[in-house]
């Protein structure tokens, strides 16, 4: 069990009692072990990583590429349609303009959770807010 908080002002997780961006927290909750389901992978040729899980925790966890921000990853554009039906990954994807986005969410360091992935050594992961998708308008009355 471990404690994390989740920032409803930046949409974001962090460790219990770090600060995050907005310095705006609350919910802090003891999380059990993390269950992950694996939805998709692609993007490389080594071990078939960056890969998108489901967790049991109603969030993502993303597997991608280091970057020189600790809690930011990189991965391929078509990472992003493996995410579940009418969800999308809650955090902020910013285009690199060479076919991948930059991810920001909370790094995953609980070893049972690492365990269960196939890291590359230029590989971490990270846990980001899952999210409804809304329609509205005229695609609200088509679904």
Avoid at 36 to 46: M, N, Q, V
Avoid at 59 to 79: A, D, R, S
Avoid at 105 to 121: H, I, N, S, Y
Wanted: hydrophobic letters at 35%; charged letters at 20%; one cysteine or more.
């Amino acid at each position: 069990m471990h404690k994390v908080d989740f920032c409803c002002a930046s949409g974001t997780f962090t460790r219990h009692n770090e600060s995050c961006r907005c310095n705006f927290m609350h919910d802090a909750t003891e999380v059990a072990a993390m269950k992950i389901r694996f939805l998709g992978k692609g993007g490389s040729t080594s071990n078939g990583c960056p890969t998108l899980y489901a967790t049991d925790q109603d969030t993502y966890l993303v597997q991608g590429w280091e970057t020189n921000t600790v809690g930011t990853v990189e991965i391929p554009h078509l990472l992003t349609g493996f995410a579940e039906a009418d969800t999308f990954i809650g955090a902020t994807l910013t285009d690199t303009g060479r076919g991948t986005f930059t991810v920001v969410g909370r790094p995953v360091t609980e070893p049972d959770v690492l365990g269960k992935l196939t890291l590359a050594e230029d590989e971490t992961a990270i846990e980001v807010p899952k999210r409804l998708r809304r329609f509205y308008g005229n695609a609200a009355g088509t679904r």
